[in-house]
């Protein structure tokens, strides 16, 4: 061993008493019910990994390990909210969460020429309703995803959407500002960091920046396609919820996930729970804001200064809102939820796998499905 090897050696161990860590593994929560495929396919890849990973069932009783029993996606999310606030994991996979608007997560594919890990933001959940500020967003937080699996300095592109010309100029002013950000550059003959759906499958960037919907597009294709559609059977799944201030990292798996792409989905996991994925979240946000990040999205809002002024109304007593509504387009979720408010009936935004729901009580779903019908919402 020469003196590098144990300069590092001696590096790793003084760490490792510093965070009293001495390979002590993970302990992720993961959901085994809701499966399209039926429960086994979660089941063989906690049995196949349950020497890397403390794991704790929420669903239905496995073998010998610690469950909590749930039934339907809102029991299981309220297991997972316990769960995470009592301590007893540091992440967890799931088929369905619903996300506050401003959490989204960041998926994760392998490129099929070389076999690159390329960072998907984001693929579930929204960052912001308006689709340019949500990807800049997007941007911050697949470089925390990045970053907290072991890329250091992550190159970033942007997909050829509406809207990518705008949100590369100001990744760009908010790196002039002093945010470190590296650019990847297209392999088309025009070059830029806006790239086209090649660039994605050769992996240039480390993080390909577009909007979740689109993003879902982009992981259901490259884990499918070799099922021919059927189930996802490579990759590491939908990723990490991450937002400014969110310290609850749910990764999303699929109802038509297969064994293999839950296992990429839980070593996924594991790593970023092992590059401490909040705390890089914490410090990368408050780079980013520091640099400017909430005058460019202001910015943003300007562009509507034209509109005519909201009437204002008296604001309804809190409720506990346990019905979702969907169908209601992301681009008018806050204006649904406003005349709701209006009309004296709570509501708070949320996002499921399908899309954005409005949440109400459920003695006023009825009456809230009306006003949202009559004013055209759904």
Do not use: W
């Amino acid at each position: 061993m020469d003196r590098k090897q144990i300069a590092k050696s001696i590096e790793d161990l003084a760490l490792a008493i510093e965070n009293e860590d001495f390979g002590k593994k993970p302990t992720i929560a993961i959901s085994n019910t809701g499966s399209e495929l039926s429960s086994d396919v979660i089941n063989k890849a906690i049995d196949n990994l349950k020497d890397d990973v403390d794991f704790i069932i929420v669903g239905e009783n496995y073998k010998d390990f610690k469950t909590y029993n749930a039934c339907g996606d809102v029991e299981n999310a309220e297991v997972l909210e316990k769960l995470f606030e009592n301590k007893e994991i540091d992440a967890a996979i799931t088929l369905h969460y619903p996300f506050p608007i401003g959490v989204s997560t960041v998926g994760k594919i392998i490129t099929p020429a070389e076999g690159k890990e390329v960072f998907i933001a984001n693929t579930t959940g929204t960052s912001d309703v308006k689709r340019e500020k949500a990807m800049i967003l997007n941007a911050i937080d697949g470089i925390i995803a990045a970053k907290a699996n072991g890329i250091e300095n992550p190159k970033v592109g942007i997909l050829n959407v509406e809207g990518a010309r705008l949100v590369d100029k100001k990744l760009k002013e908010l790196k002039d500002n002093g945010f470190e950000i590296e650019f990847a550059e297209s392999k088309r003959a025009d070059k830029g960091s806006v790239l086209r759906g090649n660039d994605l499958v050769a992996g240039v960037c480390d993080v390909f920046v577009t909007d979740s919907l689109t993003g879902n597009i982009i992981i259901k294709v490259f884990s499918s396609f070799t099922s021919g559609g059927y189930y996802e059977t490579t990759g590491c799944g939908y990723g990490p919820s991450i937002g400014k201030d969110y310290d609850k990292p749910v990764f999303i798996i699929s109802r038509r996930s297969g064994t293999p792409l839950i296992e990429g989905a839980i070593k996924f996991a594991k790593k970023s729970v092992e590059g401490n994925i909040v705390e890089v979240s914490k410090k990368v946000y408050q780079q980013a804001e520091k640099a400017g990040l909430n005058d460019i999205l202001s910015s943003f809002d300007k562009q509507s200064a034209g509109k005519e002024e909201k009437k204002s109304f008296e604001m309804p007593d809190k409720e506990i809102v346990t019905a979702a509504i969907g169908g209601v387009d992301i681009l008018e979720i806050e204006d649904a939820i406003e005349s709701l408010l209006s009309s004296g009936i709570y509501a708070e935004s949320a996002m499921g796998c399908t899309g954005p729901v409005v949440m109400v009580n459920e003695n006023n779903e009825d009456k809230a499905k009306s006003i949202l019908g009559e004013k055209g919402y759904i």
